[in-house]
């Protein structure tokens, strides 16, 4: 089997590496997933290069933390699952082209989904589902700002808000995602050029200012929604994009009680409910069914060129998310 590793943190395209090791056997409650799709997502790369800020990670390590994967082989302790079942494993370590995991790490994909639609299905959408609901209450009619809006994230976001009856202004960097954006249901976009004063733009296209900022840019860029939000509104940052940490006035904290949060889905999966879990996924299914998830894909590699790949992923200007195919025949 083929495993991506890196050694030590650094540029991901100079760092990680692809080794060979021998199959692996499943253990009784084990099963063997042969993965036919793996995502790159921003978290990943920066893991690589050192820079996530989450729990540091002992290495060497393999990243990633979606797939779509065949069982093809199953432990004796195994009821939930048969050999030819499609999945969609759960937790980490992903980019490899099998994967051993427990039984309960490897839900069962929907039936009939497209697997490349499939494995993107839970992280972001979840993240942008959750960000409209658990962090301040929305009603009817409320606008919702947001930045790197292009992202898989931000255009889950979109797509939720229009469906949930609130409206966005939505920040990019490009003009020639604007169309794509408002097909999507975007109210307002503002191509961030670096010229326009952003605090203003976003006040002038929001018909009431709004509650909500979803953040995943920091640096200035958190300040600028921290500018433009209703007093007693508040910012959850999900993303560093930009490499620096959120800079907001003093001024629009003290004086505009503007709080800024974070927001992290592994952290949601930590703390909730089987049954929060079981409406996040049930809600995601129907979605994925509805072709509301429906995803852009800006190019595929094979596992074995892990190196373009990531080099793809992080350059800017893409349409659409980078996938890893795992081997068509195991
Ligand atoms: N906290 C959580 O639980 C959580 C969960 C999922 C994702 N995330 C975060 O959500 C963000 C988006 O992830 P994704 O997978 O949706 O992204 P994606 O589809 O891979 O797209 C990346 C986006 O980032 C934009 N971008 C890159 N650098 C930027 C910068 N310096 N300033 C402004 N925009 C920039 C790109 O714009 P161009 O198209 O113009 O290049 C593109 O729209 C990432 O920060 C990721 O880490 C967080």
């Given at each position: 089997m083929k495993r991506a590793i890196f050694r030590e943190h650094g540029d991901p395209a100079q760092v990680i590496e692809i080794i060979e090791e021998p199959d692996p056997q499943p253990g009784p409650k084990e099963v063997r997933v042969r993965n036919k799709v793996m995502t790159i997502n921003p978290a990943d790369l920066l893991s690589i290069e050192g820079k996530y800020g989450a729990e540091p990670i002992d290495l060497p390590a393999t990243p990633g933390v979606g797939a779509y994967g065949i069982v093809d082989a199953v432990g004796t302790s195994v009821t939930r699952l048969a050999v030819g079942e499609a999945v969609l494993p759960v937790g980490g370590r992903f980019w490899a082209d099998t994967v051993i995991l427990h039984e309960r790490m490897a839900p069962k994909a929907p039936k009939g989904v497209d697997p490349e639609q499939a494995a993107l299905m839970r992280a972001n959408p979840g993240t942008a589902y959750l960000m409209l609901t658990d962090i301040v209450a929305l009603s009817h009619g409320d606008w919702v700002v947001q930045n790197a809006s292009n992202s898989n994230v931000g255009r889950m976001v979109i797509r939720f808000a229009r469906e949930m009856g609130l409206h966005t202004v939505n920040i990019v960097?490009?003009?020639?995602?604007v169309d794509a954006l408002k097909a999507d249901g975007a109210d307002v976009v503002l191509v961030?050029?670096?010229?326009?004063?952003l605090g203003q733009a976003i006040r002038e296209g929001a018909a009431s200012a709004p509650k909500l900022a979803l953040d995943a840019?920091?640096?200035a860029a958190t300040g600028a929604l921290g500018a433009a939000l209703a007093d007693g509104g508040t910012i959850a940052t999900y993303g560093l994009l930009s490499g620096e940490g959120p800079q907001l006035d003093a001024r629009d904290v003290v004086f505009r009680d503007i709080t800024l949060r974070g927001f992290w889905l592994f952290h949601w999966y930590r703390t909730a409910t089987p049954d929060k879990m079981r409406d996040l996924h049930g809600f995601l299914e129907r979605k994925l069914s509805e072709g509301v998830l429906q995803t852009d894909v800006d190019a595929r590699y094979p596992l074995a060129r892990i190196k373009d790949a990531v080099a793809h992923a992080g350059r800017?200007?893409?349409?659409g998310k980078i996938l890893l195919t795992g081997d068509e025949n195991a």
């Open positions: 960097r490009r003009a020639d995602v961030d050029d670096g010229q326009v004063d840019v920091g640096g800017g200007g893409r349409n």
